[in-house]
């Protein structure tokens, strides 16, 4: 079976599709009601990524202030290690060249040593640290930044 992903910008008609991803990576998922506000929320960006009709990972940003913020980027736990999160944040990261964001910046776990890795595989670079931010396990964040 070859799996032919495309990247689009979220609708809510993606809603249940991000949801579902959302639910399968994080310990404290955003609800429903959390995603249909970003997609209507003008500073907000969403993209997906989709193999047909299944949504098989998202990305979202925040526009702020001429820079960009990275929310989430999350793929579904059978989709992973197929170049999906490399595609959404590479079409991210496109967005704000595209419209002048710079710097890019955003929160990863101190363990999530996967996406550090791919985060710096696109030039991200460890910036600085927020101390007990995740709530579930009150694990420090790694803030990163790239400057386009």
Known sequence: MTMEIKIT????????????VENAS?????SRKSFEAELNNET?????ASDGSTVTGYAGMWKISGQCDITNIAVLPEYRNKGIGSALLCRLTDYCR????????LEVRE???PAQGLYKKFGF???GRRKRYYADTDEDAIIMSLSL
Do not use: K
Request: hydrophobic residues 40%; aromatic residues 12%.
């Open 9 to 20: 910008q979220a609708s809510p008609e993606n809603l249940d599709g991000i949801t579902a």
């Open 26 to 30: 994080f310990t404290i998922p955003w």
């Open 44 to 48: 907000a960006v969403y993209f997906i």
């Open 111 to 113: 363990s999530n040593l």
């Open 98 to 105: 595209e419209n002048s964001l710079s710097p890019i910046t």
């Open 125 to 127: 670079e460890p910036v």
